[in-house]
């Protein structure tokens, strides 16, 4: 079974601070991930993807993720936030037994203080 | 702007009354999906197609509702019978390819107010 749990329901940051969202996943198959961010009012983005290739994945904005089989996760990560940065981060589990199709987890709410 | 696109934006309906959304995926994407998102909640997987096929339903999806891709292009999303608990975001989103790495690109949505 294919699942997703966000560890942190809300994250709240200063700004040119370091940016942690963790995310881990329950897969049955060698799995995709993806985090995705959903500004308010606006449709769902993706960030980056891994997809079985090198495990340190960069993406756009200056956000990476690095995926760590042994411990199951898939943790986004930014040097420094910016204002613009506050906004709804999805961690999102793909597998091709089921379908292609997405497993979201619950979402993260990134605050970024002034 | 070629992403995906969503008709209506919003829609209020009474509970009871049907409702009909319409979905534009990016032209070249064979696969189409939808999901259903509420209030703090990651989006659900409702349904998706492969060309003009429905490959896979969820369970989520009830007998009231319905989704079709004529001729593997626009897809719709129906709604039978409204009920105050389909209220919700939902979303449609488009993929190119068959791997499990193909990215989805979502569109805006359409938020549903059963009163």
């Known amino acids: 079974a294919q699942s997703v749990t966000q560890l942190d329901s809300h994250v709240s940051v200063s700004e040119g601070t370091p940016v942690l969202l963790r995310c881990n996943y329950s897969s049955s198959y060698s799995p995709s991930l993806f985090w995705y961010v959903q500004h308010p009012n606006k449709g769902l983005q993706l960030l980056l993807k891994y997809t079985s290739a090198a495990t340190l994945v960069k993406g756009i904005n200056g956000f990476e993720a690095e995926f760590k089989k042994s411990e199951t996760s898939f943790h986004l990560t930014k040097p420094s936030a910016h204002m613009s940065d506050a906004a709804e981060y999805f961690c999102v589990v793909s597998e091709s037994s089921a379908g292609n199709q997405f497993y979201f987890g619950t979402g993260t709410s990134l605050t970024v203080i002034p | 702007d070629t992403g995906v696109s969503q008709d209506p934006r919003h829609k209020i309906t009474k509970r009871g009354q049907n409702v009909t959304f319409r979905c534009d995926p990016i032209s070249e994407h064979n696969r189409l999906y939808w999901y259903r998102q509420t209030l703090g909640q990651g989006p659900e997987f409702l349904t998706y197609f492969q060309n003009e096929a429905q490959l896979e339903k969820s369970r989520l999806l009830s007998d009231r509702f319905s989704a079709e891709r004529p001729k593997g292009s626009f897809s719709t999303l129906e709604i039978q019978r409204t009920e105050q608990g389909d209220s919700a975001m939902y979303l449609c989103?488009?993929?190119?390819?068959?791997?499990?790495?193909?990215?989805?690109?979502f569109g805006p949505g359409t938020r549903l107010t059963v009163t």
């Open positions: 989103a488009s993929s190119l390819g068959l791997g499990t790495s193909s990215e989805q690109y």
